[in-house]
């Protein structure tokens, strides 16, 4: 079983509408949890990160976790073409080991 | 404020060939990553150095070497590159817990023919 876990995609939306991306994974005790936005050709960009107490909202980003069924999602309304690229979700766990799921491709259609 | 920086962005070399990627950051973090992304593979560790003067294997560490030359410099050797190298990689820095999430560099994109 990988530490983390994403579907590939594609995701396709159309523009205005919310985008929904998760990951999950494996070690229950994982404490922090990252998403991170990779354009084609350029190398992956922070975009949120929430610890295991609590949801977190930025401007059009909301992240999630569910502890209890392991997994964390990506929420991104009022899709945008901007937002088009593929979405990586990592994860600290408990041994402070950081793991990257493969990422989900994600594309606003206009 | 420039962050991470890798050089160089693009080198093509030949079986057999040796280089040196070199990595610095001036965001005074003590952890540093190299990692290779290869299509459908995702990001996979190579090496890291927790803090300076250490360094330790990853998840695919073979055929290649490191040294933390520095605080702010961590470089990636390849002694005789091998076309399963050919990848793109990135250099990553973090505070010591990795807590607040990696910065990475723009990128260095091998092929090795």
């Known amino acids: 079983q990988k530490e983390v876990e994403q579907n590939s995609g594609p995701l396709s939306v159309p523009e205005g509408a919310i985008a929904s991306l998760n990951c999950t994974y494996s070690?229950?005790?994982?404490?922090?949890f990252f998403w991170y936005r990779q354009y084609s050709g350029k190398s992956p960009e922070l975009i949120m990160f929430?610890?295991?107490?609590g949801d977190k909202e930025d401007g059009r980003f909301t992240a999630q976790l569910n502890k209890a069924s392991q997994y964390v999602s990506l929420l991104i309304r009022d899709s945008q073409p901007s937002d088009s690229a593929t979405y990586l979700c990592?994860?600290?766990?408990?041994?402070?080991?950081?793991?990257f799921g493969t990422g989900t491709s994600l594309t606003v259609i206009p | 404020n420039a962050g991470v920086t890798q050089t160089p962005k693009f080198q093509v070399l030949k079986t057999g060939q040796s280089m040196t990627l070199q990595c610095a950051q001036d965001m005074n973090h003590n952890s540093m990553y190299w990692y290779r992304q290869d299509p459908g593979m995702g990001l996979r560790l190579i090496y890291y150095s927790a803090s300076e003067g250490t360094t330790d294997k990853g998840e695919v560490p073979n055929g290649y070497n490191v040294s933390r030359l520095n605080k702010r410099e961590f470089s990636l050797r390849l002694e005789s590159a091998a076309p399963s190298q050919t990848s793109v990689y990135f250099c990553?820095?973090?505070?010591?817990?990795?807590?607040?999430?990696?910065?990475f560099g723009s990128g260095t994109r091998l092929t090795v023919v």
């Open positions: 990553a820095s973090s505070h010591q817990t990795g807590r607040n999430g990696y910065t």
């Open positions: 929430i610890y295991s107490n």
């Open positions: 070690d229950r005790g994982s404490q922090s």
């Open positions: 990592a994860v600290l766990n408990t041994g402070n080991q950081f793991y």
